[in-house]
């Protein structure tokens, strides 16, 4: 009884194992069959769902090893995203743009793909930009003004000497051999007025001829006319004047002593008579030298010659006479350059009525250049200069921004003429246009080039130009826009002597804050053709690290360019900025030869109207301050 008992159990459990495994079986099964639908089901959905739009750079790189590894290239579909794939770029560095996948050339990661049709590639487009939230714009308060058309008349500011007309100098001579028997005038610089005396002679032949004069004058008879003609013939004749004979016949009296007067209104230069002095037919007695007009020669630089011409209208004033305005004109440029200086001699007449201006004065000269008809004029403040070209955030249609490159002319008040790059009509940015400018670059923005102009490298763009950054301390003699006349000492980096020039202000720099006979300190470069560009200036006596505030924070360097950094920082509490890729300028007293890219670097910088944040102090972040700011 209990064998059966056993038997029935064992046969009952073996059962249920078998009814067990099978049913664990069909569910291994259905577990499988659903497994692969789902994942075929998810691929399906990714090639029409997913968007690279979102990605991160993680993705990104992942999307390149797969590209790499199924042979993509730009051009074709990716079969994941059924999108056309444009071109690789690096996400820290996207201004280059590359064919084929693989890693990058600046930074130890992949490339990563852009997409038709995704952000970036709308932003890489040509007739598409950079697009900047209306909610920072606010916040940043950005600015934009229209490209308009204005007649425009360039002026040369120069400083010159007053110096004597030697159109109105005369001699005043001897007419016959005698005696000076009194002057009137005995000191040179003496001023005189025409007819007044200045010396008297006496002449024995004109007393002879006189005495001849008078006695056939006086004689009675037929054919005394003849003999009083040729008696008036020899009076001419030995020097008299029409007015002394005139006076002769009038008087009828014997003129001993003859007075000789001044010619015009002017100043006695020389003085060659002395009393009792025998003096010859012929000798100089006096010179004098009229004041109305006077002469004054403007020093002007060979770049500014081409705005000048005979004619042009000039006003001067001089520090003697504050307020007042001395008209004139440029009669004669000199041909011949000064090979010191450099420059050339603008020969200028002074209308001076009341003979104020006397020679030797220094005067400050505005002289009228050339006109220009319909210039293309942007507000100054909207250039950014990065050292090698010069660009304009120019809005387009859809209201986002693209920056263009630009060939700038005259600067006239608060404006700048463009020969070449932008229309009449275009709307530019005037404040902000630095957020702008970093958002292109991390975006990989180019740069509208001029119109018929090829893309150039960096080492072309700079043939011809030197870009050393020199120093040196000046005084200011006179301002004229953004044109400083600088008087400095000896430049030995340049092995200039000292002299007095021209300099031109950054677009970026305010000249309001100068002063005529300031000293301050400037920092500039050469520029071809035009006068040297004055990058950065501070008065000698203000300390200008003081002059604003300062903010600080943490950065990455991503380009170095010269004096330029772009870098990408955080968020900045104190300017309510968000974190960022721009561009920053060095102050001149720091060098960029010991910083490299990839770098991490802490600054301390101050805004700059109308340029990019200058950065006043900086100092490299080592591995331990790196994983403590990390912590």
């Known amino acids: 009884m209990n064998r059966k008992y056993i038997f029935l159990f064992l046969v009952m459990a073996l059962m249920t ?44 790189e992942e999307a390149t090893r797969r590209h790499m590894d199924s042979e993509l290239k730009a051009g074709d579909i990716d079969p994941v995203t059924g999108q056309k794939i444009l071109f690789y770029q690096d996400p820290m560095v996207p201004g280059n743009k590359f064919e084929t996948p693989g890693k990058s050339p600046y930074m130890d990661m992949m490339l990563v793909p852009v997409y ?34 204005q007649d425009i008349t360039t002026q040369v500011t120069a400083v010159g000497a007053i110096a004597w007309n030697e159109r109105e100098e005369v001699n005043v001579q001897a007419r016959a051999l005698g005696y000076v028997e009194k002057l009137y005038v005995k000191t040179t610089l003496d001023r005189v007025n025409k007819g007044q005396p200045l010396l008297a002679i006496y002449v024995p032949d004109w007393v002879a001829v006189q005495e001849e004069f008078l006695a056939l004058k006086n004689m009675q008879g037929e054919g005394l006319d003849e003999l009083i003609a040729a008696s008036i013939a020899r009076m001419r004749q030995v020097g008299m004047s029409e007015a002394q004979i005139r006076q002769i016949k009038s008087t009828g009296k014997l003129q001993k002593q003859l007075t000789i007067t001044a010619p015009i209104d002017g100043v ?39 705005l000048l011409s005979p004619g042009d209208p000039i006003i001067a004033s001089s520090p003697a006479f504050p307020g007042k ?125 001029m119109d018929g102009q090829e893309t150039k490298t960096d080492n072309d763009s700079m043939s011809g130009m030197t870009m050393e950054v020199h120093q040196t301390e000046a005084k200011i003699e006179a301002i004229n826009g953004q044109i400083l006349t600088l008087t400095h000492p000896n430049i030995p980096s340049l092995e200039w002597p000292g002299m007095t020039m021209d300099f031109e202000l950054s677009p970026s720099l305010n000249p309001e804050q100068l002063k005529v006979g300031e000293q301050i300190e400037i920092a500039f470069r050469l520029e071809a053709g035009a006068a040297p560009l004055i990058l950065e200036f501070q008065p000698r006596s203000a300390d200008p690290e003081m002059a604003m505030d300062s903010h600080r924070t943490q950065a990455q360097i991503e380009a170095i360019d010269g004096q330029i950094l772009t870098l990408t920082h955080p968020n900045i509490p104190s300017l309510e900025w968000p974190g960022m890729t721009m561009d920053f300028q060095l102050s001149s007293s720091l060098n960029p030869d010991g910083l490299t890219v990839g770098e991490q670097i802490a600054i301390e910088f101050r805004l700059e109207k109308g340029s990019a944040p200058k950065i006043i102090d900086l100092q490299p972040l080592s591995a331990e301050t790196e994983m403590e700011g990390a912590k």
């Open 17 to 60: 194992l078998i009814a067990g495994y099978a049913a664990y079986q069909w569910g291994m099964q259905q577990g499988m069959d659903m497994s692969s639908l789902s994942s075929e089901s998810m691929a399906g959905n990714a090639k029409t769902t997913e968007d690279p739009s979102s990605w991160g750079i993680a993705e990104g």
């Open 116 to 149: 038709k049709g995704s952000s970036d590639a709308e932003s890489a487009m040509d007739e598409s930009g950079v697009t900047i939230n209306s909610r920072l714009q606010q916040n940043i308060g950005m600015r934009t003004a229209l490209v308009t058309r």
């Open 268 to 306: 006695v230069t020389e003085i060659v008579a002395r009393e009792g002095m025998t003096i010859s037919t012929g000798s100089t007695l006096m010179r004098i030298n009229g004041l109305d007009p006077v002469w004054a020669n403007a020093e002007v630089t060979e770049s500014q010659v081409a």
């Open 325 to 449: 305005q001395f008209k004139g004109q440029i009669q004669t440029l000199l041909p011949e350059v000064d090979p010191t200086t450099r420059t050339l001699k603008a020969r200028v007449v002074l209308d001076n009525p009341q003979g104020e201006l006397a020679p030797g004065m220094f005067v400050n000269m505005q002289l009228a250049g050339k006109q220009i008809t319909d210039a293309l004029m942007v507000p100054t403040e909207a250039l950014i200069r990065t050292g090698k070209r010069t660009l304009i955030m120019v809005t387009l249609e859809n209201g986002s921004f693209r920056p263009v490159e630009v060939m700038t002319g005259r600067v006239t008040d608060d404006k700048t003429q463009i020969k070449q790059g932008l229309q009449e009509g275009e709307r530019v940015v005037v404040s902000g246009q630095f957020l702008v400018d970093s958002e292109a670059s991390l975006r990989g923005v180019e740069a509208r080039l």
